[in-house]
């Protein structure tokens, strides 16, 4: 009698546990990035299923879940993390950074990082060591055959100046030359030769600011394509503009760090 019992009482209980986690309860929840900072449009999903729901503005969401259910919660740049729900119907988590998403990450107008896909116009980006591996005499020579619509028309004497157009000359008697931006500086590359060596009758062609540049120092070149990428430097920048990243120095462990 008391084994039927014991039986039928754990029958009972699988079933209870059984209805409870079955029940679905609301749960709600903030998600931020490291520094505080609300994380929009994170995407939240219940595991094994089709149900989900995205941040806010403010970086709040809420979704139906049943306990025991896995969220999974991912965003673009940062790790996908997981949480388990539980008896709190309060979930909130911190996202952590994920820099390896980030290879398509550019430098556009006045510094600013943003993802390629994300721009509405057209940029390429060329590593440093495409032009410091082989070097020139100006660094803008080796970018020849690298960006699709730039045009570089050396000189061919020594020190000499580089005419650097994007996508064709736009003015007939004015300046095309692209604007160069190091670090969020704009640097003019107008040429400053005279009359009489513009024209090829003679003189000493001085070169113009681009060839002042180390190639050894350059991270990377981001060429900005048409109006709307140069926009925020202006008429300066009517015909273009290569944003250059310099190298940064690097906190990296000494010798004596290691024993």
């Given at each position: 009698?008391?084994?039927?019992f014991s039986g039928i009482l754990t029958l009972f209980l699988a079933l209870v ?37 995205q941040t806010d503005f403010d970086g709040n969401y809420s979704i139906s879940a ?41 430098v556009t107008a006045l510094g600013i990082s943003r993802e390629k896909k994300q ?141």
């Open positions: 009698m008391k084994t039927k546990v059984q209805i409870t986690f079955a029940q679905e309860k609301t749960i709600s929840g903030t998600v931020s990035d490291s520094n505080g900072l609300p994380l929009p449009g994170v995407n939240i999903i219940v595991t094994g299923t089709s149900t989900g729901t049943s306990q025991g259910a896995t969220l999974s919660y991912s965003f673009i740049g940062y790790k996908t993390q997981t949480k388990t729900v539980g008896a709190s119907n309060t979930i909130s988590i911190v996202m952590a950074e994920d820099l390896a998403q980030l290879d398509e990450v550019v721009l509405g116009y057209a940029s390429q980006e060329v590593d440093g060591d495409a032009v410091s591996t082989v070097k020139a005499q100006n660094f803008v020579n080796s970018l020849s055959g690298k960006v699709a619509g730039l045009n570089v028309k050396p000189s061919g004497t020594i020190g000499g100046s580089t005419n650097v157009v994007i996508r064709g000359n736009s003015s007939v008697a004015g300046n095309n030359q692209a604007l160069f931006v190091i670090d969020g500086i704009p640097i003019d590359n107008g040429i400053s030769n005279t009359s009489d060596q513009q024209a090829g009758r003679g003189g000493y062609d001085y070169g113009n600011a681009a060839s002042d540049i180390n190639p050894d120092d350059i991270e990377s070149i981001n060429v900005l394509k048409g109006a709307a990428a140069s926009a925020l430097y202006g008429s300066r920048a009517s015909n273009g503009v290569i944003m250059i990243t310099t190298k940064k120095g690097k906190k990296t462990k000494g010798y004596w760090s290691y024993y």
